[in-house]
């Protein structure tokens, strides 16, 4: 129980000092785009001076290095400045960079991942389609072996930086045995387009795309793991997204706990400030609640994943061939991923549910004033209602949660 303190060292608290001095720099400009709906273009090259491109990513790849606590404060802080700018980290960081740091071969990580943690290089997830959201496993993508190269045909949507991709993680099936494997799709190849999708509530600096791919070529070298893994790569992948969506709404949360405090301590109604009224006290309190207990729940689960990164990343070191024998069958590997899936499963769940009713009650205390977009508080309220669908719509996770305890006998889905 002495390590649950979550401590930190003087590095960490340095490299997090740093998140939070760009983010400072940032705020005005990212306020201005969303009223805009338009991309934050200072994003990516000033958090790139930092390394927080390459936050968890090791130094072999031209990261930093760090654990994957120290990531999640950093997204805690990115989230005090709204799902839209924290999003573009779990896109390019959590599903995109990790997913090659933890699958591709070297060859692969070599050419792919030091260009991504300057920003060179820009990372998406493509496993949503139209027809396949929650259920990956009905995807219509469809791809072929050509012998020299993969022919890949299909259509994803709500694609997250697909507007300003170069690389994506793609998923599809094969023509003949319906068994899903995993891409590297550079997205300058022939046989692609991308168009943005727009109209959307909230999230409006961080922009989602529709990408066609129409007999896209991906060379043989560009397969990530093995073929018919790539549902297990996926399911992988959205560990670390989960995780990130949690740690970011503990940003919001103090985001909202600031912006109510200040307003309701300065606002008068009815002759005596709205900080000395109960029901505006009661709100108060219940945004703290929520926000300590996510917190606590989002760092455990966090510690769970390192436990599960150290022991791959060890198990590489031994095995050979480690892709064939990391599997189900590596009683040591099944536990610790168990562990760290259902961590994130329910921090995740517990997390968003948090995040949308402390908007909610922040938005309530601020009256008129908080229902406009200028306020930090409906942007809070806008984007958080979107981190309840994406990675892994909450009715989903909460079946997750119970068959965990049930027992697949009883699964739901």
Same mark, same amino acid.
């Given at each position: 129980m002495?390590?649950? !303190?979550?401590?930190i060292?003087?590095?960490?608290?340095d *490299?997090i000092?740093k998140?939070d001095?760009?983010? =400072?720099?940032?705020?005005?400009?990212e306020? &201005?785009?969303?009223? &805009?709906d338009?991309l !934050?273009?200072?994003?990516?090259p #000033?958090?790139?001076k930092?390394g927080?491109l390459?936050?968890?990513i090791s130094? =072999?790849?031209?990261?930093l290095? @760090?654990d994957?606590?120290t990531?999640?404060?950093s997204?805690?802080?990115?989230g005090?400045e709204? !799902?839209s700018?924290?999003t *573009?980290?779990?896109?390019?960081?959590s599903?995109?960079q990790?997913?090659?740091?933890?699958w591709?071969? &070297?060859?692969q990580?070599k050419?792919?991942?030091?260009e991504t943690?300057?920003?060179?290089s820009?990372?998406? @997830?493509?496993?949503t389609e139209?027809?396949?959201?929650?259920?990956p496993?009905?995807m219509?993508?469809?791809?072929?072996?050509k012998? #020299?190269?993969?022919s890949?045909?299909?259509?994803k949507h709500w694609i997250?930086?697909? +507007?300003?991709a170069?690389?994506?993680? +793609?998923?599809a099936k094969d023509?003949?045995?319906?068994?899903?494997s995993?891409f590297?799709?550079d997205? $300058?190849?022939?046989?692609i387009r991308?168009?943005?999708?727009k $109209?959307?509530?909230?999230l409006l +600096?961080?922009?989602n795309?529709e990408?066609? @791919?129409e007999?896209?070529?991906?060379p043989?070298?560009n397969l990530?793991?093995k073929?018919?893994?790539?549902?297990?790569?996926?399911?992988?992948?959205?560990?670390d997204?989960?995780?990130?969506?949690?740690?970011g709404?503990?940003?919001v949360? !103090?985001?909202?706990l600031?912006?109510?405090?200040?307003?309701a301590?300065?606002?008068?109604?009815?002759g005596?400030?709205?900080?000395?009224?109960?029901?505006i006290?009661?709100?108060i309190s219940?945004i703290?609640?929520?926000?300590?207990?996510?917190?606590w729940?989002?760092?455990k689960?966090a510690c769970a994943r390192?436990?599960l990164?150290?022991?791959?990343?060890?198990? =590489?070191?031994?095995q050979e061939?480690?892709? =064939?024998?990391?599997?189900r069958?590596n009683?040591?590997?099944?536990?610790?991923?168990?562990?760290?899936?259902r961590?994130?499963?329910?921090?995740?769940?517990?997390?968003? $549910?948090t995040? @949308?009713d402390c908007?909610n009650r922040s938005v309530?205390v601020?009256g008129s004033?908080?229902?406009q977009?200028?306020a930090?508080v409906a942007?809070h *309220?806008?984007d958080s209602?979107a981190?309840?669908?994406y990675?892994?719509?909450?009715?989903?996770? &909460?079946?997750?949660?119970?068959? #965990?305890?049930?027992?697949?006998?009883y699964?739901?889905?």
């Amino acid at each position: 129980m002495s390590c649950m !303190n979550f401590d930190i060292t003087k590095k960490q608290e340095d *490299f997090i000092s740093k998140v939070d001095s760009v983010c =400072k720099s940032l705020r005005s400009i990212e306020e &201005e785009c969303y009223i &805009e709906d338009r991309l !934050n273009e200072k994003l990516v090259p #000033e958090f790139s001076k930092i390394g927080m491109l390459g936050c968890p990513i090791s130094k =072999k790849y031209g990261g930093l290095g @760090f654990d994957i606590l120290t990531y999640c404060k950093s997204l805690e802080r990115i989230g005090e400045e709204g !799902n839209s700018m924290r999003t *573009f980290f779990s896109v390019h960081t959590s599903i995109g960079q990790m997913v090659l740091q933890g699958w591709a071969d &070297e060859d692969q990580k070599k050419r792919y991942l030091p260009e991504t943690t300057t920003g060179k290089s820009i990372m998406a @997830f493509a496993l949503t389609e139209p027809e396949a959201g929650s259920d990956p496993s009905s995807m219509n993508s469809r791809y072929e072996d050509k012998g #020299e190269y993969y022919s890949l045909t299909g259509k994803k949507h709500w694609i997250g930086n697909g +507007t300003i991709a170069d690389i994506v993680t +793609t998923y599809a099936k094969d023509r003949i045995t319906g068994k899903i494997s995993a891409f590297i799709v550079d997205m $300058n190849s022939s046989g692609i387009r991308k168009k943005e999708m727009k $109209n959307k509530m909230g999230l409006l +600096t961080i922009k989602n795309a529709e990408i066609y @791919f129409e007999e896209c070529c991906v060379p043989k070298q560009n397969l990530l793991g093995k073929l018919g893994q790539g549902l297990n790569i996926a399911y992988s992948a959205l560990i670390d997204g989960r995780l990130s969506v949690a740690a970011g709404c503990i940003g919001v949360m !103090n985001d909202c706990l600031n912006e109510t405090l200040n307003h309701a301590k300065l606002r008068r109604q009815h002759g005596s400030l709205l900080a000395k009224k109960q029901l505006i006290q009661q709100h108060i309190s219940r945004i703290i609640v929520g926000k300590e207990s996510v917190k606590w729940l989002t760092y455990k689960a966090a510690c769970a994943r390192q436990k599960l990164h150290d022991y791959v990343e060890e198990f =590489k070191l031994e095995q050979e061939d480690w892709q =064939k024998k990391l599997d189900r069958n590596n009683t040591a590997y099944s536990k610790l991923r168990k562990e760290a899936d259902r961590l994130t499963t329910i921090a995740k769940f517990h997390a968003t $549910n948090t995040a @949308f009713d402390c908007a909610n009650r922040s938005v309530q205390v601020f009256g008129s004033f908080g229902y406009q977009k200028t306020a930090r508080v409906a942007k809070h *309220f806008l984007d958080s209602r979107a981190t309840m669908i994406y990675e892994g719509a909450n009715e989903v996770l &909460e079946l997750k949660i119970a068959s #965990e305890v049930l027992g697949d006998a009883y699964k739901a889905y």
